[in-house]
């Protein structure tokens, strides 16, 4: 699951001419070979038409014709464009092309530009783009035939990514050049003057062009390169688990400027650790097999690539993964192939393939075929683990010469400091360079002149080795093989970051919200949408807005320091759907045939309904109708009813569409008049609340204050009046009303109360009227100005008295209580006055003590319960404390692994040290600390892990609290403790521990007297 890179361009053809007013199509077909950059010469045929007329008018110029063009792409130009990653192209074409004419026997220029359809890069195989423009005006003045021939063309076009950024190698320049032997004669033509006769039509005349000059494509010897990388991989369900590949390919040291370079065959096979395989086996059902493929990214460096040596292009390369058994236990290893396209290279320097992340498309299947059902088929980027040395082959590309350029001799490098390294070097023997090349690595620092025989490379960075090297330069643009030393500065390295891992985008219709793993050493981050900077931040989350919806974006977080960046980590996210409109509003709304009590309606049908609502005067009556037609029912003679009607779909209601309609005619009774009509709850200064019993046939109610109407159109059965005096009698009467008129009114008299007065004063002067003893004490106070009682609050219980003393019972012995003490009158009550005492003895008696135990304890991380079993013996002093042996039975627990993976474990405990705690009255506290052995661990019923040596690697620490203990007869305790890390568990020690350890485990145990 590795790969190596190469990268491609297309481009597309067009072309145009010109004359007047259309009589037919004219059509021609082209075959070119186009020079694109790395790829070389590749086959393009072009399909032309134009609506050029078959005669022009002498003396009169001819408007712009359009012009169009299909042009078919190679599977070869396919195959390098889905290796660099462009997934669209798009751009224009130029065409040479000359007009022949008794005006110009020599042919005068008319070249036309087109733009090309922005066009899809299939997966493989060959694909049309079109194109269209319009060509040049043109003006003819002598009468005779002419003709349009086509030559060769030149391509403006640019390759795109799946978010649309240019890919690497930006917009490519591309020359294509006519086939030798085709007929190039678009279209003929005859300039008409009025008065020359017509001659017959002349034969057409092919113009030749200057044809394709092919690269050469020698045969290299065989030059084997591999490397071992490793990756972390986020499996779904099983979790990141490490991945070791071994790559290997087949490429020369040293390729020709001007000739192709081999084709690049990739094998590599993969390893993944052995928690990998058991976490497969694990799942329930198990997967047998494993299958899918591999996009492996690289990074192509060559001078000719924008930004070299710093940057190069991104190239992909798919590798088929066939299908692999998976086995009962161990590592598993899985191989693959894939290949990248011959290149060809066109500027002397260095190149270098580096190997990058790895994008895993794969099935676990079951052994009937069937992809295993909880994972199906998934797609999981592995990121390259930090600081590996990542280049798969570096390669020389050289002149197609045989002149010698003889090499330095004698480099040395003097002391270095922490940022630059002295170099000094004898010049070559027998031969005299035009100057020096001074290399850092790969990267050129300096150039020095000839008769110069030092340098010093400066910029460095501290504690780092350098590869520094020295090439002569020659008169004929050649240059000598490099000669290198290695140098290491002084000083401390650099620390720059590690690259982000756990990069998470989560989408909405214009958003996305990242995040990601907080990188060692980093101190911001930069996010990129595609190629743009959107940000940096020192945060480990970013929300990315203004995207469009159901749109696939690729975003990066780049790890920085003052050290330097770390490699991009990338992830593809797109936005999700924007919200659909709710249905259209009903039409056709109508009334039929009401009666008495109902009105039957219908409407037209709705686009994108699946329901319809029924309102009736504002309130709603029906919905999830599915015909288009309801019958209002329940309803009043001889009313008006507004009906409204809503279309429905999962995206929300219509607009509403309404109507009026009236029941039938039968006489509508006068209301009856209320009943009950009575005071709700106590009235205030200012306000009362009036309920009664509804009136038969009311249809709404009017309020009075004697004689003053308040308040009408009322349909509840209370209202409540504002607006009132204190101390003053009040009226108040309701009449029923309906459509035929109003009944009697029925009234009640209110009276409010008076102005509030003022609270008592706050208690002062708490004592103890005694000393207390262990269960009660009586405290008493001074009598405060303008109380008729006293709230006395201990413990949340509350007693009032008349009289300031009070008597509380029920205490504990040897315990600190806080009394609060508030005054209280009609009008409200005082400040709380505090009082704090202590209750006498203890009142339990001391001695030995015995009980059984018998419960449970319930570990979160397991989710599972354990059943407990056991005793304490012990004693207890007169003050309440005490120690004592606690022994818990060996046990068992049933618990699920991962949520649903079904497991059980025996346990034994071993208490370290005693326990120990207090009791006061009913209140126990219990402090026990406990080894907890795990003697075996079973899956699916298979022993798994435990063993003699399995067991927490400390003490568990476990309070219990008791509030209903006797020391006659036991009580209940309860607590949670945190449950330690595990050790000496076997191979599934790291598993166990990380599914028992951890907090928020619950205790819950019943103490019996024993004997």
Known sequence: MIAAAATVAT??????????????????????????PLIGMQDVHVDISSDIPDTT??????????????STIGADTTFGLNTMGATTIEGSAKAQAKVYSPDYPNGVGANTTVTLDKANVPASGPFSVNAAGKTPALEFDTAGWGAINVGNLTLTVTPKDAAGNPTALGTLTVNCFQKPGQHNVLKQFYVDDGKTPKPPKPDPVDKPVTGPTEY?????????????????CPYPLIGKHPLSVKATIDYPA????????????????????????????????????????????????????????????????????????????????????????????????????????IVLTMTPRLADGSPQPDIGTFTKTCVQDAGQQNTIASFDIVDNTTVPHPAVTGLTAGTPTDTTVPLSWTAPSGATPTGYEVYNGSTKVADVPAGTTSYTVSGLSASTKYTLGVVAVYSDGGKSDPATVDATTSGTQPQPPAKVTGLTGTPGTDKVDLKWDPSANATSYEVYNGSTKVTETAATNFTVTGLQPSTKYTFGVVAVNKDGKADPTT???????????????????????????TIPVTWNPSTDATSYEVDVNGTKVADNITDTKYTVSGLTPVTKYTITVYAVNVNGKSDPASIEASTGTTPIPLPQPVTGLAVDGTPTTTGVNLKWTAGKDAKSYTIYNGSTKIAENVTDTKYSVTGLKPSTKYTFGVVSVNDAGQSSPVTVDVTTPDEPGNPPADVTGIVLASAPDATSATIKWNPSSGADSYEVTVNGKTDTVKVPQDTITGLTANTKYTVSIVAVNKFGKSKPATFEFTTGGNGNPGGKFAYTLAGSSFVKAANGTVKLTGGIQGDVDSSGKFTGSLTLNKTSGTFQLLGFIPATADVDFAQQGQTTGTLSGSSLTSNSKMIVKLPSVKVFGFEVGGGTTCQTTAPADITLKSTDFNQASGGNLTGTYTLPSV?????????????????????????????
Do not use: W
Not at 57 to 70: D, E, L, R, S
Not at 291 to 315: F, H, M, Q, R
């Open 57 to 70: 008018t002498a003396g009169v110029q001819n408007p712009a014709f359009n012009i169009k063009a299909v």
């Open 983 to 1011: 050790s000496g568990c076997g191979m599934l020690n790291s598993l166990i521990s990380a599914l028992t350890a951890g907090p928020g485990n619950t205790v819950a145990v019943k103490l019996t007297k024993a004997g």
């Open 571 to 597: 992830v593809e996210v797109t936005t999700a759907d924007a919200p659909k409109p709710p249905p259209a509003a009903v039409t056709g709304l109508a009334a039929n045939g009401p009666t008495d009590t």
């Open 216 to 232: 050469g494509n020698p045969t290299y010897p065989s030059n084997p390169h591999e490397i071992t990388l490793t990756y972390m």
């Open 11 to 36: 481009g597309l053809v067009a072309f145009a001419t010109s004359t007047p007013a259309s009589a037919d199509t004219p059509q021609l077909s082209l075959d070119y070979r186009c020079d694109y």
């Open 254 to 357: 040293t390729v020709k400027v001007g000739d192709y370079a081999p084709p690049i065959h990739i094998k590599s096979i993969s390893t993944t650790d052995d928690g990998t395989v058991e976490g497969l086996n694990a799942l329930d059902p198990a997967p047998a097999t494993i299958e899918g493929s591999a996009k492996a990214t690289s990074t192509l460096i060559v001078p000719e690539i924008t930004g070299y040596p710093d940057n190069g292009l991104k190239a992909y390369v798919n590798l088929p993964i066939a299908k692999t058994s998976i086995p009962a236990t161990g590592h598993l290893e899985i191989p693959a192939e894939g290949d990248a396209p011959k290149m060809v290279f066109k500027t002397k320097g260095k190149g270098y393939l580096k190997v990058n992340d």
